[in-house]
């Protein structure tokens, strides 16, 4: 049973819960049997109208819409309505948001000098002997109970702020890949200078609380990790994680680069050599991000496209496009004469001729030679493709432990500005894979580039979505200098959930929502992104990939939006959307005004969805702090978990404060370093003193509910445009129908960091003053399910039609 679809303007909405009273309704319209009268049609609309007469008028007394329509009606002549400037707000979130980021980007940079400053004065030494916390042995104890090497007592205890998890927040971790030895010279030296990242990372923590991990990953192969936690290995006994794979290290180390892959399939690859081969590839696609572009040759006396649709051009290295790539390599086999000539050849014309559609890198360009010898040096071509520019670099993998040939594929490589490297046997491919990226750093070592880059959305451990800032760090020595040589990377990572907390979601009204997205298209954040599934404990989708903005604003067809927002521009756009709610169960038909703009210092781009009607509108009430407060206070009232009414995460004496809290010690006036949105403050007073007449109303009906024959009433609640809820129970809590409604397992029925409730969402699109009754998709035939009423409160001011409050 539902009111006209005609769309409104309200501000707010509230809803009466009810059991519904089964009735077998087939006995309504047909006979039964042959002697039996049908029920006149005429009958059974009584009958209905009835029903819907009841039903709304209990629905009109005990959710106390009239007594709240009446209250804001009051106040109408003491508000002020405004339209929202969609340009404007859009642009101070991205100041907002460029100010959070930049915070990262500082904390970052504090590491890069304290770790270029600590190898500058350090002295390598050969014989270094060097204890230190080893991520994976601290704690660990051998058979006399006597702790193990480069183990040792490691105190940790668990911290909310990094998920519950045991860490120590005064020292950092040491993590060593399993297939490298953790007492190496090399390794030993760098953990040994790079202790001075200690101190830094606590003074950055205290500095910006809201950080949480910080780390650095060394070329060498170690990772440092603050704070500290125990690292635990597979059921295999293995860690096989290498900082150097990550993408935030191989953004921050090369810059985009053009690849073109050459695998040798002649006939003197076969057996092993073919499947080191194809473990080399693999681990080439490793190293390749997003802005990346590269294709695959296979190669003996003729030409073999690993994916032949793709031949002559290059992809971009997302996920999706190295996944299908991999699943090509075992296609490959080893046959005939190869001719190498022919394939060099050909990578040069590929990647001469897509750097001039100018979708390619601007920066590097490499071809990947993959192949167990050459019988020439293959000079012509390289005279003719590459020299004396050189802007092509050549890297030859030998595969196999024969040396015949490796003396030409030294020389191809140092004659074209690449690095050669031989490879014997499987356990030897991905650090020697990894050499070549030392190669391709050396520009910007030498130019001393400390770009901060940022990594698309993409889900860590924890099954949280982040985004990672990073930065090269570079040696300094004098001797080095021109050598060009990296050090490592530092990082830290930043969960999307931070940047949900600098978006007003009450400036966006019922169905606006803000999202951003990356300088390839991917999503930041959206409210349509969906990376987890699962209703009880949340994993990670199986196939999740980054996930385009074209993707969820699908009615876009041309990409006007995501192309202008990529491109970094700033503007406007419009169009009509349906959108999905209730798990994708309903649909809403709405008329969406997009404003983008770019995020400063990132490659970032934030857009904000704003829908015609009431949603480009808001009201500004007065009301006195005292009374304000007074009525914010009362038992019955709650405030939105995920909303930011004031930042209780930025230092550690506030990470025990409700928002309620917060917001009373932030009007005292005596805690000068909490940071709170006055504005929001101001507007979430006004609501609870215009609805603070309900408690009253609804516990008259609580005191008098055993005269009356409402028996099915459970409860009564509403949501102001402030994310401010009252509750009110009619029945003992263990006697609810649905033991989870307006909690936080029902996220779609309470107020969220990206959404409004669904029932305020549907009642926002009614005729104020009319319900909405649904029932849920899942009720069945069951006895036990329930009726949600809900309602609009508008607050009307000539043509200006906001919506207050929900019930």
Known sequence: ??????????????????????????????????????????????????????????????????????????????????????????KRLAEDMEEMFDKKAQAMKRLVDAAEEAHLQHEEDPDLQYEYFNAVLINEVDKENNSVELGGRFLLQSNDHFNNLPVNLSLSVVQVPTNMYNKDSAIVNGVYWSEALNKVFVDNFEKDPSLIWQYFG??????????????????????????????????????????????????????????????TVSSILDTLGDDDFFNIIAYNEELHYVEPCLNGTLVQADVTNKDHFRLHLDKLFAKGIGMLDVALTEAFNLLSDFNQTGRGSECSQAIMLVTDGAVDTYDAVFAKYNWPDRKVRIFPYLIGRESAFADNLKWMACANKGYFTQISTLADVQENVMEYLHVLSRPKVIDQEHDTVWTEAYIDNTVMLM???????FSTKNETKNRGILLGVVGTDVPVSELLKTIPKYKLGIHGYAFAITNNGYILTHPDLRPLYGDGKKRRKPSYSSVDLSEVEWEDRDDTLRNAMVNRKTGIFSMEVKKTVDKGKRVLVLHNDYYYTDIKGTPFSLGVALSRGHG????????????????????????????????????PEHRYLSQIE?????????????????????????????????????????????????KGVEIAYLGSRTGLSRINLFVVPDEL??????????????????????????????????????????SGSENKSVVLASTAIQLLDERKSPIAAGE
Not at 467 to 473: L, Q
Not at 632 to 651: G, I, K, R, S
Not at 739 to 763: C, I, M, S
């Open 1 to 90: 049973m539902q009111a006209d679809q005609r769309p409104v303007s309200p501000r707010g909405a509230w809803c009466a819960r009810r059991v519904l009273v089964c009735l077998t309704l087939s006995s309504w319209v047909t006979g039964v049997g042959g002697s039996h009268q049908t029920i006149p049609p005429s009958v059974v609309k009584l009958w209905a109208s009835a029903f819907g007469g009841e039903m709304k008028s209990i629905s009109a007394k005990y959710s106390g819409s009239q007594l709240l329509q009446k209250k804001y009606k009051e106040f109408e002549r003491a508000v002020r309505v405004e339209e929202i400037n969609g340009l404007q707000l859009v």
């Open 218 to 279: 060394s070329a060498k192969g170690f990772f440092r990790q603050y704070p500290g936690i125990k690292w635990k290995p597979d059921e295999h006994g293995v860690i096989a994680f290498d900082c150097r794979n990550r993408k935030w290290y191989i953004q921050a180390a090369t810059s985009p680069k053009d690849v073109v892959i050459l695998v040798d399939v002649s006939g003197s690859m076969k057996g092993l050599r073919l499947t080191i081969a194809r473990q």
């Open 737 to 778: 129908t649905n033991q989870d409604f307006l909690t936080a397992e029902d996220k779609e029925g309470v107020f969220n960091a990206d959404h409004f409730p669904l029932w305020y969402k549907r009642a926002a699109e009614q005729v104020p003053g009319t319900f909405v009754y649904s029932l849920p998709f899942n």
């Open 467 to 473: 985004t990672t800032v990073a930065m090269p760090v």
């Open 616 to 651: 480009k509108f808001f009201f500004r009430g007065n009301v006195t702090v005292e009374e304000g407060l007074h009525d914010l206070e009362h038992p019955d009232v709650e405030l939105a978990d995920e909303w930011t009414y004031c930042n209780t995460d930025e230092y």
């Open 662 to 710: 917060a917001i009373k010690l932030y009007l005292s006036g005596h805690e000068p370093l909490l940071q709170c949105d006055k504005e929001l403050i101001q507007e979430v007073l006004f609501d609870a003193v215009v609805t603070a007449p309900l408690e009253a109303y609804w516990t008259s009906l609580v005191l008098n509910k055993s005269e009356n024959s409402d």
